[in-house]
């Protein structure tokens, strides 16, 4: 489970606030947005593991997104993340594998 409180700062603008789930593109992007490790994104993102998004060169290697509840119950992309957003990303998720043992 992975729930991650994302604060985005813009320029010229006071920092926001947004929650919701860090995916890797390259499953998000699979089709039905079922990722590699099996987990519905659409339904169930806190299913994905660490281990897909750093492990696997693809979803490593193809940037990050933020996820957040639609009206639905369901999640959809709300954020593509920049370089910057992709390499704190992967900083976090590397911290929190490392944190898990692994």
């Not at 006071?14 to 860090?22: E, Q």
């Not at 995916?23 to 490790?37: Q, S, T």
């Not at 997104?65 to 954020?79: P, W």
Request: net charge negative; charged share 20%.
């Amino acid at each position: 489970l992975l729930l991650l409180l994302c604060l985005c700062a813009m320029q010229g603008a006071a920092s926001l606030k947004h929650s919701g789930y860090i995916i890797d593109l390259f499953c998000w992007d699979k089709p039905g947005h079922v990722a590699i490790d099996g987990a519905d994104l659409d339904t169930n993102p806190g299913a994905h593991s660490v281990h897909c998004m750093v492990d696997i060169a693809d979803c490593r290697a193809n940037g990050f997104g933020l996820l957040e509840m639609n009206s639905m119950g369901g999640y959809d992309l709300k954020y593509k993340f920049d370089a910057d957003g992709n390499a704190k990303a992967l900083e976090m998720l590397d911290a929190l594998k490392a944190a898990e043992g692994g």
